[in-house]
Nanobody, 126 residues
Framework: QVQLAESGGGLVQAGGSLRLSCAAS????????MGWFRQAPGKDREFVAT????????NYADSVKGRFTISRDNAKNTVYLQMNSLKPEDTAVYYCAAKLGRSYIPARVPSLYDYWGQGTQVTVSS
């Protein structure tokens, strides 16, 4: 079992940056693909980014490509989401998720993930 806890959300002006962290407890963090998703009010949860167990493979939604960077530190059981050039449409609750397995095939669908954090609010003002 893996427990996930996000942090780093907040209020930022458009064009600003935030770095989200997701700390994982439990065993064998490096056996999990990790992902970031977000959900805005009244909308479905949507894929943001995913990273393979080793950190060697990443995949992004088109809406964040070139602005967001996902990374992980397996020694610290933590995955990060660096968000630059933020836009008001990035406003959402951001969730990290863990998917057991070492496949390098990107997982962009929420139902593929086994564990979820509680989420952290990101608000971008115009």
């Amino acid at each position: 079992q893996v427990q996930l806890a996000e942090s780093g959300g907040g209020l930022v002006q458009a064009g600003g940056s935030l770095r989200l962290s997701c700390a994982a407890s439990g065993r064998d963090f490096n056996n999990y693909r990790m992902g970031w998703f977000r959900q805005a009010p009244g909308k479905d949860r949507e894929f943001v980014a995913t990273i393979s167990w080793s950190g060697g493979s990443t995949n992004y939604a088109d809406s964040v490509k070139g602005r967001f960077t996902i990374s992980r530190d397996n020694a610290k059981n933590t995955v990060y989401l660096q968000m630059n050039s933020l836009k008001p449409e990035d406003t959402a609750v951001y969730y990290c998720a863990a998917k057991l397995g070492r496949s390098y095939i990107p997982a962009r669908v929420p139902s593929l993930y086994d564990y979820w954090g509680q989420g952290t609010q990101v608000t971008v003002s115009s």
